[in-house]
């Protein structure tokens, strides 16, 4: 039994590794080369249309040419609202589920619910939004309170949206704040809990705060989400034609998302720079907040000195 | 081995039992210590983790204006036992004890005791110094806020005072508003003592408190700690002999669960009872 | 006494905490009910068996048809066609990802699958719609862009980072003794890889699967934008209906449920479209946990 032989057997073998090392590098640039083929589109397209006309004034009603002013505000309002919404929520989510749950029953089941409600299609989300807050809740409160059979509340708005989207978000506020949480070491509960603390206040004075940027880290992350989706937001508040800005809560509004749907597909003679224009706005949007979130977390990770 | 007294059942406590809202406050009640009793004292206590249990049946007593050493190998139970004083094990899923516990003849187990209350009279230094990532001023003011103290001044008083009590003043007086991480280890661990120093306990507990530390801030602390026990009972856990030997008034000797000595320093580290104390004295195991 | 007052404040705010807690099965419990709550009506209307067996939508008929199945085929199909795509792409990168690229490479890959992940559906579609339309009508001849092949190759666009991160994560958990053992015994990293890792995390690699195909069904604009929104149930085998128009669940419930007024026959057919993906993505996601939990498992022991 020689070496040679075994070497001679071991070179088939390598051969054999380098074809399938090159069969998945090219699998790999397979999957990496349409992502730069969309970027690149969008931004070919659209970059020579994006200026300061385009971000601050209205489009026309004819072929959407113009700006996308109403859009960037209305989508500001919403995602504001929406993360007034989910922060509290989410954040008392994960609280409960790191610090008071323990390993109950309750907690496994509110684990799987979490789960699923992530895995909810969100034109499923804006259907729940149109049927329980739109239809339910607004209709509710016309018919009770105002007592009036126009529809006030009863009909899509940025409340309703915001409700709807935080909901859509809600799962990924708790799973990045249990983390931040979670990261907190358990020295510091001691020590505080040694000095009399009760339970709250240590999660007060101490584990919120010193979680605070990773939670802040979180809030990007749904910022993004949010700002992409469109399916929910179909259904419970968007406009699609409404050059004036929203005055509260109850108005519909124009979103970014929404509008590039609707004038992709709606609006036959708009021209392609306008369109992708408008891609570009909101891809560069959620790409920076993608990336301000990358950029946070490895910068949290140095500064950390526990 | 002494069990406990047939007039005081023994308790059993599950972490995360709920805790009667009738607050007992133990500053209302203190009944004088009766002569030959310790401030603190454990009578017959076993504590299990789930199954496993991780002391048998330890009694101890430990006095006003001394300083306890609990020494033993790793494992031993000796930081256990620690923890029982100030209810630390609570925290932990699966943990039990029974036996009887008393501070001033008061049951901290019992279920009218709010932990948080008995954990402001007991204080604890952990074995690593765990700053809180806030500035040194609010390290140390953090119990008292907590305690309800709002007063800017008065908290600029307690911050200077237990600051010096803890020999850290003068090295951080012009920095108060600084991260606490910006200390070195043995300041931080001074910055901890002096954290605990400022919600006024009465017994402080430290754990392994200079096994972190190099030999020049071992003994700032060491000197610190004779001074605390001018006004404090002091119980530590060491595994350093020495340390034992130079500034603990009492020591008790744990093995495996187990407590089997238990008296004053001098006689312990002289002329141990236990043939099992004295290998570990001489350093034949541990 | 202060402390006191304390406590009391303190079993407050644990009620309110405990209440945030379970909010998300509250949330679940509430999307479950209004669903149903305007979905189910519709069987007052037109029977069950003519939703769930009906072989025709037509909404704007008479009497108007509800049926469930060109829905479900069309979901069906664009899902099967993205798995075709998105399951050897997005694996294969994984694989590229965690054993065969060198670590700054990795990094940055892994850094731009998940910035592919964070782009918003409806700017896949736009492309999909304007550039991939079109171009796949003019390779394959066919007589429209909007086709369910093109459905597919978006949604695999989109399934693909979800597949990539969660299998790379599972390749991640295998022990470092597998590598070890089999590299000494003489096999060569290739044989490795595809004897003892991957097999190793396949579970893992399951559940990738499971939620990336999970997503593609649920979503929506991409559907919309480039499907049709038509179609029958197949009647020239599965590669005519690839290059055809299609109507998928979500498609259908995207393009109608503005149009439709509520309690009407249309709006609770809507509905109960929902429940049914609902019902197929919490299958997929059942699925894909299971499959996860056997990974930890393994990767433990």
């Known amino acids: 039994m020689s070496l040679v032989l075994a070497h001679n057997k071991r070179d088939s073998r390598i051969l054999a590794q380098k074809l399938a090392f090159a069969a998945v590098a090219l699998i790999a640039a397979a999957v990496v080369i349409p992502i730069l083929g969309l970027f690149g589109f969008i931004a070919f397209q659209g970059a020579s249309k ?65 789960v699923n409600l992530a895995g909810v299609p969100s034109i499923v989300h804006g259907l729940f939004g149109l049927g329980c807050f739109v239809f339910f809740v607004g209709g509710s409160i016309d018919r ?78 749904g910022i993004g989400r949010a700002t992409g989706e469109t399916a929910p937001v179909m259904l419970t508040c968007a406009a699609s034609f409404k050059p004036t800005l929203p005055q509260g809560l109850g108005d519909q509004a124009m979103l970014l998302p929404y509008h590039l749907y609707f004038v992709v597909t709606q609006v036959p003679n708009a021209k392609m720079d306008t369109k992708s224009a408008i891609a570009l706005v909101l891809i560069s949007f959620v790409a920076a907040s993608s990336i301000v979130v990358i950029l946070l977390r490895s910068k949290f990770k140095k500064a950390r000195k526990w | 081995m002494v069990k406990p007294m047939p007039d005081h059942p023994s308790t059993t406590i599950e972490p995360g039992a709920s ?106 230094v952990f074995q690593k110094a765990n700053p809180f990532p806030k500035s040194i001023f609010e390290n140390v003011v953090y119990g008292p806020r907590v305690h309800g103290e709002k007063n800017r001044a008065v908290l600029r008083d307690t911050a200077e005072k237990y600051l010096r009590k803890a020999a850290l003043w003068d090295e951080v007086k012009d920095k108060l508003n600084e ?108 | 006494m202060n402390r006191q007052r304390l406590r009391l404040g303190e079993r407050a705010i644990e009620s309110a905490i405990f209440a945030g807690g379970v909010a998300a099965i509250v949330i679940v419990g509430l999307i479950m009910f209004f669903l149903f709550r305007e979905g189910l009506p519709l069987f007052g209307n037109t029977s069950a068996a003519g939703f769930f067996f009906g ?51 990795a990094g940055f890959l892994k850094g731009f699958v998940e910035l592919m992940g964070a782009v918003p559906s409806v700017a896949v579609g736009f492309v999909g719609a304007v550039a991939l339309s079109p171009l796949i009508k003019d390779f394959l001849h066919l007589d429209t862009g909007k086709s369910a092949i093109v459905g597919s190759v978006l949604l695999a666009f989109l399934a693909i980072p979800t597949i990539t991160t969660i299998a790379e994560d599972a390749m991640s958990m295998v022990p470092k003794e597998y590598f070890q053992g089999s590299v000494a015994l003489g096999a060569t990293y ?35 934008m480039v499907t049709g929104n038509a179609g029958l149930l197949p009647d020239h085998g599965v590669w005519h209906a690839f290059t055809h128009s299609v109507r998928t669940i979500t498609g259908t419930i995207g393009a109608e449920a503005l149009e439709v007024a509520q309690g009407e026959p249309h709006y609770q057919a809507l509905f109960m479209l929902g429940v049914v993906l609902l019902l197929i993505t919490v299958a997929f996601n059942s699925l894909a946990v299971t499959a996860l939990g056997r990974t930890r498992r393994t990767a433990r022991t």
Not at chain 1, 69 to 88: D, E, Q, R, S
Not at chain 2, 87 to 97: Q, S, Y
Not at chain 2, 227 to 237: F, G
């Open chain 3, 190 to 224: 290739w044989q490795t890889i595809y004897r003892v890792l991957i097999p190793a995390a396949r579970p893992g690699i399951v559940a990738a699967i499971m939620l990336g195909l999970g997503r593609a069904i649920g979503e929506t604009m991409v559907v919309i």
């Open chain 2, 19 to 124: 805790i009667d809202s009738e607050v007992a406050d133990m500053t209302t009640q203190r009944p004088s210590p009766q002569p030959g009793r310790g401030k603190l004292s454990a009578r017959g206590v076993d504590f299990f983790y789930g199954s496993f249990r991780a002391l048998t049946g330890v009694s101890l007593e430990a006095y006003s204006n001394e300083i306890t050493a609990l020494i033993g190998p790793s494992g031993c139970g000796k930081s256990t036992f620690l923890r029982v004083f100030n209810r630390m094990n609570d925290e932990i899923p699966g943990a039990k004890i029974t036996g009887k516990v008393t501070l001033d003849d008061e049951d901290i187990y019992h279920k009218s005791v709010d932990v948080a209350t008995l954990r402001k009279k007991i204080g604890m």
């Open chain 2, 179 to 286: 991260s606490a991480f910006a200390l070195s280890g043995g300041q931080q661990q001074r910055l901890c003592i002096a954290r605990s120093l400022a919600v006024e306990p009465e017994v402080l507990l430290m754990d392994e408190p200079t096994s972190a530390l190099d030999p020049n801030a071992t003994f700032k602390i060491e000197e610190l700690m004779k001074e605390l026990k001018q006004d404090l009972t002091v119980v530590i856990v060491t595994h350093n002999m020495q340390q034992a030997s130079r500034v603990s008034d009492k020591t008790a000797f744990f093995l495996l669960g187990e407590m089997i000595e238990h008296g004053d320093t001098e006689k312990i580290f002289t002329v141990p009872h236990d043939q099992r104390t004295e290998d570990y004295i001489s350093g034949r195991f541990g």
């Open chain 1, 50 to 114: 994006v200026n300061w006309d385009f971000l601050t004034k209205n489009p026309s009603a004819l072929d959407a040419s113009g700006g996308i002013f109403p859009a960037i505000i209305g989508t500001a309002w919403l995602i504001v609202f929406t993360i007034l919404l989910a922060m509290p929520l989410g954040v008392i989510g994960a609280v409960y589920l790191t610090e008071y749950g323990g390993r109950s029953k309750l907690v496994t089941l509110v684990r799987a619910a979490i």
């Open chain 1, 144 to 221: 009770i309170i105002l007592r009036t059979s126009k529809p006030v509340w009863g009909q899509p708005c940025l409340l309703w949206g915001a409700c709807t989207l935080a909901v859509v978000i809600l799962p990924i506020v708790i799973k990045s704040t249990e983390e931040a949480l979670a990261a907190v070491p358990k020295s510091f509960r001691e020590g505080s809990q040694a000095l009399g603390a009760t339970k709250w206040e240590t999660i007060r004075r101490i584990i919120l705060p010193a979680a605070l940027p990773e939670i802040l880290t979180g809030a990007v992350l």
């Open chain 3, 55 to 105: 072989k025709k939508w037509q909404p704007s008929s008479e009497p108007p048809q509800f049926g469930l199945l060109p829905n479900l085929w069309g979901s069906f199909l664009v899902t099967l066609g993205a798995a075709v795509i998105a399951v050897p792409l997005g694996v294969g990168t994984a694989v590229y990802i965690r054993y065969i690229a060198p670590r700054r490479l």
